[in-house]
């Protein structure tokens, strides 16, 4: 996966949901119109080898570990949505 790209599963979770961004931009501007706050950090290599993620999405009291800035945000960003009949929070 290249960091332009996101898995399936958040793919799916975002149409699911109406969302039509899919770059770090445009969902970063999503997320901060719906967050409070939030803290993107990239791991160190240990980390990273550690937790199998290169970057961390801290929420509220949730966290997302992650390959791509662009995963980290979408997934924050479906955190944050109201519930919706049939969609499923992302796990971390």
């Not at 969302?19 to 997320?31: M, Q, W």
């Not at 791991?43 to 961390?56: E, F, G, P, T, V």
Request: aromatic fraction near 8%; charged fraction near 25%; charge should be neutral.
């Amino acid at each position: 996966m290249s960091d332009s790209e996101l898995p399936n599963e958040v793919v799916s979770q975002l149409v699911a949901r109406g969302i039509s961004a899919r770059d770090e931009t445009p969902l970063r501007h999503e997320l901060e119109r719906l967050a409070p706050s939030f803290t993107l950090f990239r791991l160190n290599a240990a980390a990273a080898r550690k937790w199998r993620a290169r970057y961390r999405i801290m929420l509220a009291a949730d966290y997302f570990d992650c390959q791509s800035v662009a995963e980290a945000y979408a997934r924050a960003l479906l955190a944050s949505l109201p519930a919706d009949d049939g969609a499923t929070r992302p796990q971390p």
